[in-house]
């Protein structure tokens, strides 16, 4: 009986290999690690380097321009061209500033809309006695969450009067202000931080976008939309570009992704290393079952099957790391939490 459960649960781990063909230990260790799930729809589970390459390489030149890198990840490009499609209301593969004024006008009904909701919520979570409006205390704790000096409040909202939710709306549009300044704490000058791109406005871009100044904004210019994304592109580009000539070729796209294959391979079995020493209570880096036990308890994981899984002895960080990425399974399940929603 042991025997076959066991085997059931190698036939479990294979159909999980089988289901996730495009997962390796480079890619389990990068969505680990820094959150993020690489796009692999344009990917074949047997695409080589070279493969990606020619795909990259329209022009058949034997090397890569950064115009076409940017078109080395398919599935979002095709999420760029839907929303270009949505843009482009005549159908003409341009977006014409007409059509551009009308998706400003779109987006901005949008953030307000978004706004409103949030503000909505805003509004109920501060209204503890859940009357449909606040008195002077709940304003006050309201306006000290949005970081301002909260000296006013009795004079903006006086005894016996109450601020119901239209005032409300209105009154977030304008903070901080005269009557509800920042406080002093947060006056201090602080350079501001735009990230990867600084504001600008609807007309900025669309002049930043046109790039051979026609009027009009085709699909190649409007994959400039996001300076986030192209700030990332950059980077990654000027990494491939090993001999910085503007071009990629052959040999440095396969040393760049080969090389980072490897060092994410080599981050990987770092971590599980780490995985196994956290939980390793007698330091022979292994797993038994009271290690194993802890390990499962503090994920939520039910470990009534935890036998089934020493079946050939203590796991080693190899054996650990490849049963460790099958969790929760038929066989160790999540454990049905008991959360209480409290927003007090």
Request: proline share 3%.
């Amino acid at each position: 009986m042991t025997f076959l459960l066991f085997s059931l649960f190698l036939s479990i781990q294979r159909c999980f290999s089988l289901q996730n063909p495009q997962i390796d230990l480079s890619t389990l260790a990068q969505i680990r690690l820094t959150g993020e799930i690489p796009l692999t729809c344009s990917i074949k589970e047997d695409d080589t380097l070279e493969a990606r390459f020619r795909r990259l390489d329209v022009g058949r030149y034997g090397k890569i321009s950064f115009d076409d890198f940017l078109f080395a990840d398919q599935c979002a490009i095709q999420e760029r061209k839907d929303k270009f499609n949505k843009l482009d209301i005549n159908g003409d593969n341009f977006i014409e500033h007409h059509e551009w004024l009308l998706y400003l006008s779109f987006e901005e009904k949008e953030r307000q809309r978004e706004e409103y909701i949030q503000n909505k919520e805003i509004f109920k979570f501060f209204d503890k006695n859940a009357d449909g409006k606040w008195n002077a205390n709940e304003l006050k704790k309201f306006i000290r969450f949005k970081r301002c000096n909260s000296a006013n409040v009795h004079r903006y909202l006086p005894p016996g009067r109450f601020l119901y939710f239209p005032g409300f709306n209105s009154l977030t549009k304008s903070l901080p202000n005269s009557i509800f300044p920042l406080s002093k704490r947060y006056q201090r000058k602080i350079k501001p931080f735009y990230g990867c791109q600084k504001p600008e406005t609807g007309e900025d871009t669309f002049l930043r976008l046109d790039i051979n100044t026609d009027r009009k904004i085709s699909f190649r210019e409007f994959l400039h939309l996001e300076q986030c994304a192209i700030s990332r592109h950059h980077r990654k580009f000027k990494h491939l570009d090993a001999d910085n000539d503007g071009f990629v070729t052959l040999t440095e796209f396969k040393h760049f992704y080969e090389e980072r294959k490897h060092f994410w391979e080599k981050v990987y079995g770092m971590r599980m290393n780490n995985v196994v020493f956290n939980y390793d209570l007698n330091g022979d880096m292994k797993l038994n079952k009271e290690e194993l036990v802890n390990f499962l308890s503090d994920r939520n994981i039910d470990v009534k099957n935890i036998d089934y899984i020493l079946f050939h002895g203590d796991l080693t960080p190899e054996q650990f790391a490849d049963w460790e990425e099958t969790l929760p399974n038929a066989m160790f399940p999540s454990l049905q939490k008991n959360i209480k929603n409290s927003f007090y």
